[in-house]
Each structure stands twice: as C-alpha cells, then as structure tokens.
C-alpha cells in the first residue's frame, strides 16, 4: 500500500492534453488499482475511496490520457490496450516514489514488524522455509512470514505486492520477475516400508509396471514427474495425482504404490510416513528451484535484506542432497 493523501475533486473538467501538471499522485494510485482490480468498485476499496469519488477520478483519468482505460466487454470489464501499456511502468514509478519518500525509514530486521509473502509448495517449506524461520527467530524476532501455495493467481498477487517473492522451480520466466538460483535437489523413490512387492533393490521392469503417485502443482499443467523423467514418463503408470508432498507421502501408506520424492524431504518424512527409500533404477534429472520477484522491489531496503536471507540460508543447505542422505 502507499502511505500518501487521497484527495479527489469530484467535480474538476476533464483536461485533453497530457502534461505532468495535470496529473496528481492520488490519479496515478487510483489508475494502478483500477489496472489491478479491473474494477471501479474494488480499485476504491483498495485505496479507501467510495465508488463516486472513484468513478470520478477515472473519468479525469479518461480525459488526462485520451482513452478509456477501462471498457464494457460483455458482462465484464477488460483493460484497452493503452492500460494494458501503462500496467507494467506505473508499478515502476509508484515502486521508486515510495522507496523514495520512505527511504529515511531505514530497514532494522532487530525491530522490524513487516510482513513477508512467500508462495512455496510444500516441498519447499519443509526444507528451505523452515531453516529460513528457524534463523529469522533470532535475528529478525517481530518479522512476520506468510506461506501460501503457489496457484494461477500467483504471478498477479506478486504485482499486485499481496506477496513478496515465489520459489518455483527453475527454468521460470516472465516479464517483470527478476529471479536468483537457490539450490538443487535429486530424486529418490519412496514406497510405504510395508510394500512386499520390492525387494532389496527396486528393478526398472518393477518401476514402470507399479502403480505411480505423482505431484502436479498449480498453475502447472504438467506433473513434476514429467520433468523428472521426460519421455519416460509416458510409460508409467501414474493412478493418483495430488497437489501436495506430504498428503503423497499419506497415499502411499498401505499400498504397492510408489512415487518421485525430492531426496532433501523423504529425509524429513520418511519415519512420520513409514517410507522406504530407494535410489531410481533410471535416469532422472535433477531438480533446481529459483526465487522469483517483481522488479518493482529492486529498490526497497527490506526486500533486499529478505532476499538475502532465503540466499544465504539456501547456500548453507547440504550440497548432497541426494540418495545419501535420504537414507
């Protein structure tokens, strides 16, 4: 949110040339949250202003640049192209200006109260979000962290400033984001430790013809084992399908199941689980995952020193990683 007056003049003219003078920084807030929103009434919840006042405000916005901005489509609201156009620098400029006004409040993690959004999947949290808390407890006390699933509003929420950062899996690209590597994984198969279909070692003939547990995460389409295994994957047969580590770890319990596990958290739950672990008899590519952030933050103190934190406590994960430590 951005700590400045809005004061609106519900009745002033509409102006048709685009000058600096003619624009106040209450408009440019109100035109970042109707891009946002989409929406008259919702971009004025979000800046605490009545539907009246915000209409009125679109209206000067209209004759400012000469364009809708905003338009009936249907049953619905869309943006015209030239908001579309001015989405993505608006973000920038009211990014700098606020970074700017605020920038004699100097970040202090010792005291600081502010509230951090991570989207990461389950996986994630258990062996990276956790160390992070664990260190943030001493060196940052009041500093408070909210986890969410990553989903199809995830890329928006970030825009939006809902949320601080994702941690997805790398190879993640889009405009806008700005993103950082963090660690690699590897794979092993897990099984329930009372599957008396596997014996010692697990053959490939038995790893294709078992039924499979597998991971698909939204807004992902496909299914990490997908990536893991590229083509090979065709081949197996996959019978569940969940969104979740840990409930796919539950499922495997008292079947002849087997699923893909990252090595680092079949570490963490293969005795709450009851699992056995064993190393892929095929070839699999290893996993890697990337943070990703707006570019809008590029110049705010206590993203940086949050940023550095996930960094630093990724770089002290154990590099194995892998089968090893899994079992």
């Given at each position: 949110m951005y700590a400045f007056p809005l004061v609106i003049d519900c009745l002033?003219?509409?102006?048709?040339?685009?000058?600096?003078?003619?624009?106040d920084l209450n408009l440019l807030i109100i035109l970042d949250a109707i891009i946002s929103e989409r929406s008259v009434t919702a971009a004025g919840r979000r800046v605490g202003l009545s539907q009246p006042a915000t209409s009125a405000a679109l209206r000067r916005?209209?004759?400012?640049?000469?364009?809708?901005?905003?338009?009936?489509?249907?049953s619905r609201w869309r943006l015209t192209e030239l908001a579309n156009q001015l989405a993505?620098?608006?973000?920038?400029?009211?990014?700098?200006?606020?970074?700017?006004?605020?920038r004699r409040f100097v970040f202090d993690p010792?005291?600081?109260?502010?509230?951090?959004g991570i989207a990461a999947?389950?996986?994630?949290?258990?062996?990276?979000v956790q160390r992070l808390l664990e260190r943030l407890q001493?060196?940052?006390?009041?500093?408070?962290?909210?986890?969410t699933q990553p989903d199809h509003e995830t890329a928006e929420r970030l825009m939006k400033r809902q949320l601080d950062l994702s941690i997805v899996p790398d190879g993640y690209r889009s405009r806008g984001f700005l993103t950082e590597?963090?660690?690699r994984d590897s794979w092993v198969v897990a099984a329930w430790t009372g599957n008396t279909n596997i014996g010692q070692n697990l053959t490939r003939e038995q790893f294709l013809e078992l039924g499979h547990v597998a991971i698909s995460m939204r807004p992902y389409a496909f299914t990490l084992v997908d990536r893991a295994l590229g083509a090979l994957s065709q081949k197996l047969d996959v019978q569940i399908v969940c969104e979740s580590f840990g409930a796919l770890a539950m499922l495997l319990r008292g079947t002849s199941r087997i699923a893909l596990m990252p090595a680092r958290l079949a570490t963490r739950l293969k005795d709450a689980a009851e699992l056995r672990v064993l190393p892929p008899p095929v070839p699999v590519h290893d996993l890697a995952f990337a943070m990703a952030w707006p570019a809008l933050h590029a110049r705010d103190d206590g993203h940086t020193w949050f940023r550095k934190m996930i960094v630093e406590v990724a770089a002290g994960l154990d590099d194995a990683g892998g089968f090893a430590e899994a079992m």
């Open positions: 002033t003219c509409e102006i048709s040339l685009v000058k600096l003078s003619d624009i916005l209209r004759g400012i640049f000469g364009d809708p901005l905003l338009e009936r489509a249907g993505e620098p608006l973000r920038e400029i009211l990014a700098t200006l606020d970074a700017t006004i605020n010792a005291t600081s109260t502010r509230r951090f999947a389950d996986d994630v949290s258990c062996v990276l001493h060196i940052a006390p009041n500093v408070r962290v909210l986890v590597r963090l660690y």
